[in-house]
T-cell receptor, first 112, second 113 residues
Framework: AQKITQTQPGMFVQEKEAVTLDCTYD???????LFWYKQPSSGEMIFLIY??????QNATEGRYSLNFQKARKSANLVISASQLGDSAMYFC?????????FGAGTRLFVKA | DGGITQSPKYLFRKEGQNVTLSCEQN?????MYWYRQDPGQGLRLIYY???????QKGDIAEGYSVSREKKESFPLTVTSAQKNPTAFYLC????????????FGQGTRLTVV
């Protein structure tokens, strides 16, 4: 069975510093995709970054990068130069086939 | 601007009543999805649709029903058979089923009173 685990219910980071949000996954599929979404207090889910299981390079999108360690089955999100607007819930997700499963999320608080 | 519109934002329902949540998209996406979010949990898939007039059950479809009569619309009905319907409901769409990026609406918070 597929599973996504986010072990950090809440994280604090100082503005302008980098922060790493942890995500581990479990799957028996050879081909899968890993995602990170941001959910601000307004409720919508905002797509941040995607990593395919066969991608050799770590994905990057602006200030977001995904630290993909396939052997360890981890897909941590790194946010560089944190901004106050980064305060939100962050969800790690995995797609195998047509279904996507989500972790429980990490709430990030950025301090001024 | 293109996007997904969910209405209403807040909805109250009495026990024993059915209620329908609206989801409309103008992105010309073929695939649409409904998710349920409970406090402290991630999203769980209720139903999804690959194309007009086709939809499939997700992981927690019991007590819910959907229709997909138009490409841009994918309403979700929460029936009285759903034992614990109070939750946050999110609708999403993607160009095709399982596409890399899905776009989400702003959600509907349903409370049973």
């Amino acid at each position: 069975a597929q599973k996504i685990t986010q072990t950090q219910p809440g994280m604090f980071v100082q503005e302008k510093e980098a922060v790493t949000l942890d995500c581990t996954y479990d799957t028996s599929d050879q081909s899968y995709g890993l995602f990170w979404y941001k959910q601000p207090s307004s409720g919508e889910m905002i797509f941040l970054i995607y990593q395919g299981s066969y991608d050799e390079q770590n994905a990057t999108e602006g200030r977001y990068s995904l630290n993909f360690q396939k052997a360890r089955k981890s897909a941590n999100l790194v946010i560089s130069a944190s901004q106050l607007g980064d305060s939100a819930m962050y969800f790690c997700a995995m797609r195998g086939g047509f279904k996507t499963i989500f972790g429980a999320g990490t709430r990030l608080f950025v301090k001024a | 601007d293109g996007g997904i519109t969910q209405s209403p934002k807040y909805l109250f329902r009495k026990e024993g009543q059915n209620v329908t949540l609206s989801c409309e998209q103008n992105l010309n996406h073929d695939a649409m999805y409904w998710y349920r979010q409970d406090p402290g949990q991630g999203l769980r898939l209720i139903y999804y649709s690959q194309i007009v007039n086709d939809f499939q059950k997700g992981d927690i479809a019991e007590g819910y029903s959907v229709s997909r009569e138009k490409k841009e619309s994918f309403p979700l009905t929460v029936t009285s058979a759903q034992k614990n319907p109070t939750a946050f409901y999110l609708c999403a769409s993607s160009i095709v089923l399982g596409d890399t990026e899905a776009f989400f609406g702003q959600g509907t918070r349903l409370t049973v009173v």
